[in-house]
């Protein structure tokens, strides 16, 4: 199993600040790395996939950078909306068997 | 548009099964698989297994096998999701979602709760 770690567990940023998320994969995944916005009562909210693209309607400000082992998640100038929780997630393998890291709070700072 | 909507919360004591369903709509079903995905409170994403919905063809997470059948009725474009013999630590929300791969769009979530 491929495990995802991110880091930090919990990020502090002024609104209007620039945040970088890092996720780091126990193997090669290529760029089969998506990356998920969890706020709560909702249900997560894909990002970005491929490890670069932006899903539909994501806005500029969050881009995605990496491949093999090393991810990042860089959202450029903080918004109140933007507070939450992100979760990376491998999807590498056939049939398949995606593998979540365990989450990064991004908190006001 | 794409919509995943799924059955309402649930109480169940341990030992019990619980089965969420997850209808889908505004795309072509058999296109796509749908994975399930539970958050257990104070925790993280758990990826619970996937189902192809053109195959039927499933794959579990190790640590739910035996205890966990996913199946889809696609005359309904319904997937569902059976947990059995549900401990404390099987409280959560769980979710469905289109996997492309990645999920790209989810349920808005099934609250099980297991108490005695």
């Known amino acids: 199993e491929t495990v995802m770690t991110q880091s930090p567990a919990t990020l502090s940023v002024p609104p209007g600040e620039r945040a970088t998320l890092s996720c780091r994969a126990s193997q090669s995944v290529n760029i089969n790395l998506a990356w998920y916005q969890h706020k709560p009562g909702q249900s997560p909210r894909l990002l970005i996939y491929?490890?670069?693209t932006r899903a539909t309607g994501i806005p500029a400000r969050f881009s995605g950078s990496g491949s093999g082992t090393e991810f990042t998640l860089t959202i450029s100038s903080l918004q109140s909306e933007d507070f939450a929780v992100y979760y990376c997630?491998?999807?590498?393998?056939?049939?398949?068997?995606?593998?979540f890291g365990g989450g990064t709070k991004v908190e006001i700072k | 548009q794409v919509q995943l909507v799924q059955s309402g919360a649930e109480v169940k004591k341990p030992g019990a099964s619980v089965k969420v369903s997850c209808k889908a709509s505004?795309?072509?079903?058999?296109?796509?698989?749908i994975s399930w995905v539970r958050q257990a409170p104070g925790q993280g994403l758990e990826w619970m297994g996937w189902i192809g919905v053109y195959s039927g063809h499933t794959n579990y997470a190790q640590n739910l096998q035996g205890r966990v059948t996913m199946t889809i009725d696609t005359s309904t474009t319904t997937a569902y999701m059976e947990l059995r013999s549900l401990r404390s630590d099987d409280a959560a929300i769980y979710y469905c979602?289109?996997?492309?791969?990645?999920?790209?769009?989810w349920g808005q979530g099934t609250l099980v709760t297991v108490s005695s």
């Open positions: 491929g490890a670069s």
């Open positions: 997630q491998q999807y590498h393998n056939w049939p398949p068997a995606p593998t």
């Open positions: 505004g795309y072509n079903f058999t296109n796509y698989g």
């Open positions: 979602a289109r996997e492309s791969p990645p999920a790209d769009y």
